[in-house]
């Protein structure tokens, strides 16, 4: 295996990890306002019972986005030009999405009055959905290929992202990162909590699977995916649409950690997608060509330069992540106090 096929690889696990990982935090911000607390625990505290379930691993999740830059950046930098330039309003849309949703979960108890409290309720979904539907939309993009200018420059504007594929997989990764999210709370939450984040689960996941479906049967009338791997693609495809599948089943009977796994599983085949689907193309176009990986990676003596320290920031990361989860292991209200 070369070393630029190393760092792909890795370049992907960083972005998969942000997807699962950061997607149950999108997931539990959509979906707080209707998994809080009843009766008059709520009259008592601002807490929220989503939001207490990703209370320990919030910001912390993002690690994964700021290493996947990283890597963008050092081992792909041909890429991340014409990837940035491209989809500049989506990135936009992205980072503004992080930082108003990071601010509103912190700053949503310091309300002193029910409208104030409401006006951060609105801001966290808002800080929740944005970055869901703006990663499906740049996965339908780079699935649907990117136009190319005369000048070899790649350019997207509303008329690329207006299309019923691209919304689609926005469509998609909204109601997906929602389940996830909600499987999330299921698994960290109390029996009657668990009860409901898992049937409001199962109904997100009916709506990611028609959204879904709506794509694929795009693509099979040749206005969705151009994928240059058709045996990969389908098999990738066929993976997600088992993991969907069961994931609703174990949400609908109640197994939470089951449940969790499939919807992780699901969140992180669209990684794989593009990967494999594409390969060795990391940006296509309409016409099945593009940006491959020789063209899109540094040089040899960078990328040597760049593993040393791969070699301890990645382990690290993956360190951290594991000790986090073990430290705050446990359901909410049990073992550890309520943050937000």
Same mark, same amino acid.
């Given at each position: 295996?070369? #070393? ?11 972005? $998969?990890? @942000? ?41 912390? /999740? ?25 989809? @500049?309003? +989506? ?10 949703? /990071?601010?509103?979960? *912190? +700053? ?54 207006? $299309?019923?594929?691209? #919304? ?34 199962? *109904? ?32 990738? $495809? ?39 689907? *594409?390969?060795? @193309?990391?940006?296509? $176009? ?43 292991? =446990?359901?909410? =209200? ?7």
């Amino acid at each position: 295996m070369s #070393l630029e096929t190393v760092w792909l690889a890795l370049l992907g696990l960083l972005l $998969t990890g @942000y997807f699962v990982l950061g997607g149950y935090d999108y997931g539990a911000q959509m979906l707080h306002p209707f998994l809080g607390r009843d009766g008059q625990e709520e009259k008592r505290t601002s807490g929220n019972a989503a939001l207490d379930a990703i209370a320990p691993f919030f910001l912390g /999740n993002e690690v994964w986005l700021v290493g996947f830059a990283g890597v963008l950046f050092g081992a792909f930098p041909h890429l991340e030009g014409t990837l940035l330039t491209a989809m @500049y309003p +989506l990135i936009v849309a992205i980072l503004a999405g992080l930082v108003v949703g /990071n601010a509103a979960v *912190q +700053l949503r108890r310091r309300a002193h009055s029910a409208g104030g409290r409401r006006t951060w309720d609105a801001l966290i979904v808002f800080g929740g959905a944005v970055p869901a539907v703006s990663w499906g939309l740049v996965v339908g993009l780079l699935l649907n290929g990117v136009p190319r200018r005369a000048d070899d420059s790649f350019h997207v504007g509303a008329d690329e992202v207006f $299309t019923p594929f691209v #919304l689609a997989c926005g469509a998609t990764a909204m109601l997906l990162f929602a389940a996830h999210g909600a499987a999330f709370v299921a698994l960290r939450s109390g029996p009657e909590l668990a009860a409901r984040a898992s049937r409001l689960g199962a *109904q997100l996941l009916i709506g990611a699977a028609a959204a879904g479906a709506l794509a694929l049967l795009l693509t099979s009338f040749g206005s969705g995916a151009s994928m240059t791997n058709r045996t990969a693609s389908v098999a990738v $495809t066929a993976l997600f649409a088992a993991s969907v599948a069961a994931a609703w089943w174990h949400l609908h009977r109640g197994h939470g950690v089951l449940a969790f796994a499939a919807t992780c599983t699901a969140t992180a085949l669209p990684v794989l997608l593009l990967g494999a689907g *594409q390969y060795p @193309y990391l940006l296509i $176009t309409h016409a099945g060509a593009g940006l491959d990986i020789e063209h899109a990676v540094t040089d040899d003596a960078t990328l040597k330069i760049l593993s040393g320290f791969g070699v301890l920031v990645v382990p690290t990361i993956l360190a951290y992540q594991f000790w986090s989860w073990w430290a705050f292991r =446990g359901r909410t =209200g049990q073992r550890h106090p309520s943050y937000f």
